[in-house]
């Protein structure tokens, strides 16, 4: 196993996965580091920093997502994910919630009204209409969470995941979102992820 912690650095730093079946566990710094998962045998980590500002803009890719391979970690930032709620959509959410989620969506609940995504991670797709941009997310995000909405209370956070949902390999931006009491929440960029096939996500790779 090769560990690289970067906590406190603020250069760029690449990453080479040179070693077959050596799994990796990188920490990352504020700059914007680069990695890429380069052997199928490997079970490769990148941990996440705790700020948008404390991690930069890191460059992942081929990163395997099905079971028992490579990992995110956003335990720093999340805190502790909690329970998996359906393969395809949230459980509880609607038919309209519903259709804007895909693969995996972690300890996200249903409130009674929107889905509350506070402590989850989330993958939108990026082919589908209604979550084609970043700004379109975030006016599916609100504070109260009503009806056909995701709920995500000032203060709160989540992770999102935005990229094309489809087979063979898809590039997603990750967002850290924390929630405000003015529904405009704070999305910031903190990564893309090259993952080597774009549909077969699971729960696994979040560390879940």
């Known amino acids: 196993m090769l560990t690289v912690v970067l906590t406190g650095q603020t250069e760029d730093f690449t990453i080479t996965d040179g070693t077959t079946d050596l799994d990796n566990i990188i920490t990352g710094g504020s700059g914007i580091d680069t990695f890429a998962s380069a052997h199928a045998d490997d079970q490769d980590t990148f941990i996440f920093a705790a700020t948008s500002g404390a991690n930069g803009v890191d460059a992942l890719s081929n990163f395997d997502a099905t079971q028992d391979q490579d990992e995110l970690d ?103 979102v924390t929630g405000t009491s003015g529904d405009t929440e704070s999305m910031v960029k903190v990564g893309v992820v090259g993952i080597i096939d774009g549909n077969a996500i699971t729960s696994e790779m979040f560390g879940v």
């Open 74 to 176: 956003f335990d720093a930032f999340l805190g502790t994910i909690a329970v998996i709620n359906g393969a395809s959509q949230v459980a509880g959410a609607d038919a309209a919630e519903g259709a804007t989620l895909v693969a995996v969506s972690i300890g996200a609940e249903n409130s009674g009204a929107g889905t509350d995504i506070d402590n989850s991670v989330i993958i939108f797709d990026k082919g589908e209409t209604a979550t084609d941009s970043i700004a379109k997310i975030q006016a599916l995000i609100t504070a109260a969470g009503d009806h056909d909405e995701f709920k995500l209370a000032s203060g709160k956070k989540a992770v999102i995941l935005h990229g094309n949902a489809d087979d063979g390999a898809q590039d997603f931006d990750i967002y850290y």
